[in-house]
Nanobody, 127 residues
Framework: QVQLAESGGGAVQAGVSPRLSCAVS????????LAWFRQAPGKEREGLAI????????FCPNAVKGRFTISQEDAKESVYRLMDSLKLEDTATYYC????????????????????WGQGTQVSVSS
């Protein structure tokens, strides 16, 4: 079993660049990829970034590329996501997720492909 715990959320002002963390514990060796998603009220869960743990290779979709980055540190036990210059529309609950199998290109951010999820951390952006 894999446990994921997000931290770093809270109430922030627009324009700041906070860093979210995801601590990985348990059978971390079972995970092939880690990803960040977010879900705003009334919207579907949106994939933001993925990292392939063995190689440490990151990938972000074009919609957020350049604003959001993902990295892993501490012998792969922590995964970080830097959010650059937050906007009001970035208000959401942010989730860390892990998959035992690397997803295909067509389903890379399909939430159904991820076996393990954290509880989420709320980020509320104000002007």
């Amino acid at each position: 079993q894999v446990q994921l715990a997000e931290s770093g959320g809270g109430a922030v002002q627009a324009g700041v660049s906070p860093r979210l963390s995801c601590a990985v514990s348990g059978s971390a060796a079972e995970t092939r990829v880690l990803a960040w998603f977010r879900q705003a009220p009334g919207k579907e869960r949106e994939g933001l970034a993925i990292i392939y743990r063995a190689a440490g290779s990151p990938f972000c979709p074009n919609a957020v590329k350049g604003r959001f980055t993902i990295s892993q540190e501490d012998a792969k036990e922590s995964v970080y996501r830097l959010m650059d210059s937050l906007k009001l529309e970035d208000t959401a609950t942010y989730y860390c997720a892990a998959a035992a199998r690397a997803p295909g290109a067509a389903t890379i951010f399909d939430p159904k492909g991820y076996n393990f999820w954290g509880q989420g951390t709320q980020v509320s952006v104000s002007s």
